[in-house]
C-alpha cells in the first residue's frame, strides 16, 4: 500500500512530498489496533520541532489526524473491537502516514467516533479541537463571566476556541481579516438556544479603521479582557512582512489584558522586551505558548489527552462545535494539497481515501 511522505532537503530546500510504497506487520502489537482509514486531516508540518525533539528522519509520515474503522485488535487491547468506528492523531514518532489504506495505531490514541458524525469532517476539525481545548480549559482556565479576546476568529482554530467559549458563558470579542470574514463572524449563531450572536463585537483590522487598544476597552468598561488567543504576533513595528500586517503588535496585546489576565500566544519565537514584561507585571498577566502536541510527550496526561478528544467528537456531534466544512480531496491530489498547506497557502486539507 501507499502513502505520503515528506523528504526533507539537505539545506533550506523546500521540502518534497513524495508517495512511497510501505507495508505493516503481520503481528499486531498488544495495545494496537489495525485501522482502515476513511479520512485523514493534513496540517503544516514543523520540521524544527521534529529536529528539537530529535525526531528528524529521512522521511517523515504525512496525515496524523484520522478517522475510520478498526479491522483488527492486539491480544491486551481493552477499548475497542473490529467494526467500530473511530478517530485519533497519530503521535510525532508513528511510522504510518495517515494517507495509507491500513494503518497500526496505540489504542490509547484513539476514542469512538459518534455514528452520525462524519469521517471528512471530524478529521479536518480535530487537531483545531484540541489546540482550542489546551488554549482554553488547560492554559487560560476559562470560567462563566469572562471576557476573551480572539484574534482572527474566522480562522479554523479562531472559530473554534468562539465556539467552545459561549458554550461556557464567555463574552467573545473578535478581530476580522477582510470584509467576507467580518460579515461571516458578524452572522454566528448557536446551533441551539437562544440566537443570539456568538460574538458580542468583530473589531475589522484589514481597513485601518478601528484601533484594538480603543475598541476593547470602551466593550469591557475600560477593564480590559480576560483572556487573549493569538494567530501570531508582529514582533516589530516596521520591517515586518506583508502577511503579518494585519497581525497585533506584542504591546498591543498586552496592553489589552486586565489584571489577572492571561495571553496564550502560538508565536514560537517571541521576545518580549524589559517593558512588556513590567506591564506583564504590573497587571499581575501571565503568558502560555500554545504547542498541542505535548499532550503525547507525557504518558502522565493520557487520561486528561483522551477525555479531551471524546469531548471534542461529543460537542461535535450534538451541533456545539461546527467546525468550517472543508472540500475533501480524492488520493491522488494530496501530495498538491500538502505543498498548498506547507507553504501556509492554505491552513487545512482533508484528504478522503
Not at 274 to 280: E, G, K, S, T, V
Not at 287 to 297: D, G, I, K, T, Y
Request: hydrophobic share 40%; charged share 20%; with cysteine.
Amino acid at each position: 500500500m501507499k502513502g505520503l511522505y515528506c523528504r526533507v532537503g539537505v539545506s533550506d530546500a523546500e521540502p518534497k512530498f513524495v508517495i512511497q510504497e510501505t507495508t505493516l506487520p503481520e503481528v499486531l502489537g498488544s495495545h494496537q489496533v489495525r485501522v482502515q482509514v476513511k479520512a485523514c486531516g493534513l496540517s503544516a508540518l514543523d520540521l524544527k520541532l521534529l529536529e528539537d525533539v530529535g525526531m528528524q528522519r529521512d522521511l517523515i509520515p504525512i496525515g496524523r489526524e484520522v478517522a475510520g474503522v478498526v479491522l483488527q485488535v492486539g491480544p491486551k487491547v481493552a477499548f475497542f473491537q473490529p467494526e467500530d468506528e473511530v478517530v485519533g492523531i497519530l503521535p510525532l514518532d508513528s511510522p504510518c502516514s495517515g494517507l495509507c489504506d491500513t494503518i497500526d495505531i496505540d489504542e490509547h490514541y484513539l476514542v469512538q467516533k459518534p455514528e452520525k458524525l462524519s469521517s471528512v469532517c471530524v478529521a479536518g476539525a480535530l487537531h483545531d479541537g484540541l489546540c482550542a481545548y489546551t488554549a482554553l480549559h488547560t492554559h487560560a482556565h476559562m470560567a462563566a463571566g469572562h471576557t476573551l479576546l480572539v484574534l482572527d476568529g474566522a480562522s479554523s482554530f479562531g472559530l473554534m476556541c468562539i465556539q467552545l467559549a459561549c458554550y461556557h458563558g464567555v463574552k467573545v470579542l473578535t478581530t476580522s481579516h477582510s470584509q467576507q470574514k467580518h460579515t461571516f463572524l458578524e452572522q454566528l449563531r448557536p446551533s441551539v438556544g437562544v440566537q443570539e450572536p456568538l460574538v458580542a463585537r468583530v473589531i475589522p483590522v484589514f481597513d485601518d479603521s478601528s484601533d484594538l487598544l480603543p475598541v476593547v476597552m470602551e466593550e469591557t468598561g475600560g477593564l480590559g479582557v480576560d483572556i487573549v488567543i493569538d494567530s501570531g504576533v508582529r514582533l516589530q513595528e516596521d520591517k515586518e512582512p506583508e502577511e503579518t500586517k494585519l497581525l497585533p503588535h506584542k504591546h498591543d496585546i498586552i496592553s489589552v489584558l486586565g489584571v489577572g489576565g492571561h495571553w496564550v500566544t502560538s508565536h514560537q519565537d517571541l521576545q518580549l522586551d524589559p517593558p512588556d514584561c513590567r506591564l506583564l507585571y504590573l497587571k499581575s498577566a501571565s503568558l502560555s505558548f500554545l504547542n498541542p502536541e505535548v499532550w503525547m510527550a507525557s504518558s502522565a496526561q493520557q487520561g486528561r489527552y483522551l477525555h479531551i478528544l471524546k469531548d471534542i467528537v461529543e460537542k461535535m456531534s450534538t451541533g456545539v462545535l461546527r467546525p468550517q466544512p472543508e472540500d475533501a480531496v480524492p488520493l491522488y491530489e494530496a501530495t498538491v494539497a500538502m505543498e498548498t498547506v506547507q507553504r501556509h497557502q492554505k491552513k487545512k486539507a482533508v484528504v478522503q481515501l
